[in-house]
Structures are given as C-alpha cells and as structure tokens.
C-alpha cells in the first residue's frame, strides 16, 4: 500500500521559515518525481514545485521562485520543500504527490499526471 504523508506544517509570521517533509512508503521513491501541490480557501489546487527521479528540481511557480526549494533523500524515502520569506498569500494546506511518469513541462505542473498523494499539511502565514 501506498502512503505519502506530509508534515512540518504550523502556523509561522510573515517572513518566516518552514520545512515540510514528505515521506513515501510502498512505492520505489528513487524512481519516482514528486511534486508540492498547494490549496487554499476558495481557491484550486496549484503546483508549487517538483523534482525530477534525478534530483534535478523543476521550474517553481513564479511567486515561489528564490523563496522555495526542493530536495529530496531516496535513502529516506522522503521530498522537503524548504519555505523562507513566508508570505500571508502561501497561507494554504500543501499536498505531496508522486508520478513514476517522465514528465516535462507543463505537464508536471497538472495533478492528474500524478498516481499517489498525501493528504495535506496546513500553512498558515500571519502578517
């Protein structure tokens, strides 16, 4: 069976710092891409930024760009997605999810190419 399961998530000030992790079980992580996906109230889920099988990161979402990192450990099984400078617009539940596919742009950005996903940690940036 399955299981990604993210935590690291809580509730920060404005221009704070998060570490979330991700840690897979039941599937070969090395040879699969994972990607932090990001919901908040009333609005839909976006990509926020992935890394590829190789470790290679992917293009990040524009206003995550030189605030989020990426970074995975295969013998942990697990992704991070490093968060500094949080804004009040990060507030949102961030989701990790998997794809053994070999995607590229765009279609890494779209949830439906990924099979498996965890259920969620809450951000919550104040100002």
């Known amino acids: 069976q399955v299981q990604l399961v993210e935590s690291g998530g809580g509730l920060v000030q404005a221009g704070g710092s998060l570490r979330l992790s991700c840690t897979t079980s039941?599937?070969?992580?090395?040879?699969?891409?994972m990607g932090w996906f990001r919901q908040a109230p009333g609005k839909e889920r976006e990509f926020v930024l992935g890394i590829r099988w190789s470790g290679v990161s992917t293009d990040a979402k524009d206003s995550v760009k030189g605030r989020f990192t990426i970074s995975r450990d295969n013998a942990k099984n697990t992704v991070y997605l490093q968060m500094n400078n949080l804004k009040p617009d990060d507030t949102a539940v961030y989701y990790c999810a998997a794809t053994s596919e070999r995607v590229s742009y765009p279609d890494y950005t779209r949830g439906e190419r990924y099979g498996y996903w965890g259920r969620g940690t809450q951000v919550t940036v104040s100002s």
């Open positions: 039941g599937l070969s992580f090395s040879n699969y891409a």
